[in-house]
């Protein structure tokens, strides 16, 4: 009886080591891709605008250790050829998820919401604008 519990523990250990150690390799990998998936995040957006002959352009992401705590939480940061900064993010209503990008002025206010999908712009006028508001709201009040 014993030995048969014992051979079960083990068998649990290594199972839950395995996948224990899965999780950390994990984790460790997309914490060290970050600078490669911010880099592909801006030229995707940067082709886009490009494409629909807009003249911005996002010129540098900006590093967590120079934006405020909680700021690097909302989505990613970037700085814009205008001078102003923006955040890619994900709005997400009624089961939609869809990449935006909200453009803040130099005080801290967003000007505009850019959808980044190819159906975006079609989506964003189906959400609610209570939503919308609300992640206006949020951006507004951490960047302060």
Known sequence: MNKLLLDRLKDTS???GWIAGLLLISGFCWFLSRPLRVNFLMSSINNAFT???DTRRLTESVT?????PGLERLGTWYNLNTGNKAIVFTLIADGIFMPCM???DSVGKVQEIIPLSSNGSRMLTRISPGIIQLYIRRIEDVYE
Do not use: K, M
């Open 14 to 16: 290594i199972f839950l």
């Open 51 to 53: 494409q629909s002959g």
């Open 64 to 68: 967590a250790g120079s934006l405020s």
């Open 102 to 104: 909200a453009v803040l």
